[in-house]
């Protein structure tokens, strides 16, 4: 199993990214995907969930309404649209999936939100 995120960088508040999740070593469309940030002295948070379908999402309440997730199963991605970003939105985001008795992560991106 491999989880490869990018789309990470520098952004200033109110601006925009988009994070992307190459996933391979299992049946993608079969599992749902999640997205996790871990900050600065903080411990790792769930951002964002989406079911195998693609049809049900769920968001912390801190990022709804301005982050979106989706999914290509065509193309074994998934994605977190960021919008409106605020510098408590800085952290480490975290591709992850859990396979029936074990779970994976990739590697992190680096988001900074900074004027």
């Known amino acids: 199993v491999q989880l490869v995120e990018s789309g990470g960088g520098l952004v200033q508040p109110g601006g925009s990214l988009r994070l992307s999740c190459a996933a391979s070593?299992?049946?993608?469309?079969?599992?749902?995907m999640s997205w996790y940030r871990q900050a600065p002295g903080k411990e790792r948070e769930s951002v964002a969930t989406?079911?195998?379908?693609?049809?049900?999402?769920d968001y912390a309440d801190s990022v709804k309404g301005r982050f979106t997730i989706s999914r290509d199963n065509a193309k074994n991605t998934v994605y977190l649209q960021m919008n409106y970003l605020r510098p408590e939105d800085t952290a480490v985001y975290y591709c992850?999936?859990?396979?029936?008795?074990?779970?994976?992560w990739g590697q992190g991106t680096q988001v900074t939100v900074s004027s």
């Open positions: 070593g299992f049946d993608f469309s079969a599992y749902a």
């Open positions: 992850y999936v859990h396979l029936w008795s074990d779970e994976y």
């Open positions: 989406i079911r195998s379908s693609g049809t049900t999402t």
